[in-house]
């Protein structure tokens, strides 16, 4: 008899299942980064922008989701009945409970084996040197003469043209043409490039193409290309295919652009920016030959002023100013001596005419003359009945001395 156990196990619902089996598959290594190869049917574009598809082959089918953000950047174009690798992780959608890929990117049948042949070689190249930083040289800032690697009918050619055109006139530009792709390609790259470096000498080489898939792009792959540009005597510009390719020849080249466009931008300077530079230079060289003047203009106003102050002429000048001074001071001088002279000639014209025995009788005095003219200033020196003359001031009196009187 079957004995029941104790505590049955529990009971999930089908929701709690999903979800389990969900975690389950997202959480295996294996199916979070996996390579799923098979032919697209089902090919749906949503409005959302979102694809669905189902992969399938002789024994099964495969459904699968690309979001619209992953959509937008995978370049191959799909479409029912094409062979293609998808990379992508394993989930469960689970309002249906069917597992499906979630898909990241898509490359035809046969790009795995190039992807694995690309990465093979970069391993070898990379350990031989060829595209160590130390090796790449330096684009020159001005280049007189562009060599153009590319094909002479692809867009890729009039874009650069255009953008060396607009960008840098100057410039002469050598158009090397070449296959870009196929099997002739590779040694017709190599031999644009010697063209180049050996017959025309360009300051800069550009290698562009337009984008493409892996295969499209495999000539800039080739070992003898990557040899021929990390080789060059002439710095190379790599512009090979859209922003997210990368070839060998980028590697081992001196510059990698994005794209074709992006390499002649590279490769020249802008010319608007020179306007701009060379204007910013005119107006420091003027201001620098405006200061200079200045200051060549002050030294010789100190030169021509020393010059003028140690000059014959000036020193004459000086000399006739000293003589003008001294002639000056010399007439001051003799004015103030005249002045001198004429106040005491005068003080002593005064005291003489105080003296002036006419200036005292002015004042009422006389005086008493003997006949003979002599001065009679004594009494004694008088005798009674002697004629004598007495003077005025304003005439003479003759008389005669009646008596003498002497003082006591």
């Avoid at 360009?202 to 290698?207: C, F, G, K, L, T």
């Avoid at 590279?266 to 005119?282: F, G, M, S, V």
């Avoid at 008088?382 to 005025?392: D, F, Y």
């Amino acid at each position: 008899m079957e004995t029941l156990p104790l505590f049955p196990p529990q009971s999930l619902s089908v929701s709690n299942l999903t979800r389990y089996l969900r975690e389950l598959l997202e959480s295996d290594d294996v199916l979070r980064d996996v390579w799923v190869q098979g032919e697209i049917s089902n090919f749906t574009r949503a409005a959302s922008g979102h694809v669905y598809l189902t992969l399938k082959d002789a024994g099964a089918a495969l459904r699968c989701v690309i979001w619209k953000s992953n959509a937008l950047r995978i370049r191959t174009a799909m479409q029912n009945g094409l062979a293609v690798e998808a990379h992508g992780s394993i989930g469960i959608y689970e309002r249906d409970g069917a597992y499906q890929l979630y898909i990241d990117a898509v490359r035809p049948v046969g790009e795995g084996f190039l992807y694995q042949e690309f990465l093979r070689l970069k391993a070898r190249l990379e350990a031989e040197g060829l595209f160590e930083e130390e090796r790449k040289r330096a684009i020159p800032a001005f280049p007189r003469r562009i060599g153009l690697v590319t094909s002479p009918t692809g867009a890729a050619l009039q874009d650069m043209l255009n953008t060396l055109t607009r960008r840098y006139p100057l410039a002469e530009v050598l158009l090397a043409p070449s296959a870009v792709q196929g099997e002739d390609a590779p040694l017709e790259l190599v031999r644009a490039i010697g063209w180049l470096q050996y017959g025309q000498r360009p300051d800069v080489i550009i290698v562009a193409r337009g984008g493409g898939s892996l295969e499209d792009l495999w000539a800039f792959n080739d070992e003898r290309v990557v040899r021929a540009i990390a080789a060059s005597n002439v710095p190379v510009i790599t512009g090979i295919g859209h922003e997210t390719d990368f070839t060998l020849a980028d590697f081992a080249a001196d510059l990698r652009a994005p794209t074709p466009t992006a390499a002649a931008s590279l490769a020249t300077p802008d010319r608007a920016d020179l306007l701009l530079a060379r204007e910013r230079l005119e107006i420091r060289l003027h201001g620098a030959a405006r200061q200079q003047v200045s200051g060549v203009r002050a030294e010789f106003g100190v030169v021509q002023a020393g010059l003028e102050r140690n000059s014959p002429l000036r020193r004459l000048q000086d000399e006739r100013q000293r003589l003008d001074e001294w002639g000056a001071r010399a007439q001051r001088a003799a004015l103030h001596l005249l002045e001198l002279r004429r106040a005491g000639r005068q003080g002593a014209a005064a005291r003489l005419q105080a003296l002036n025995p006419l200036s005292v009788l002015e004042r009422g005095y006389a005086m008493v003359l003997r006949p003979d003219g002599s001065l009679l200033t004594r009494a004694a020196q008088a005798q009674p009945g002697q004629a004598a003359t007495v003077r005025l001031a304003d005439g003479t009196l003759a008389v005669k001395i009646e008596a003498v009187e002497k003082n006591l």
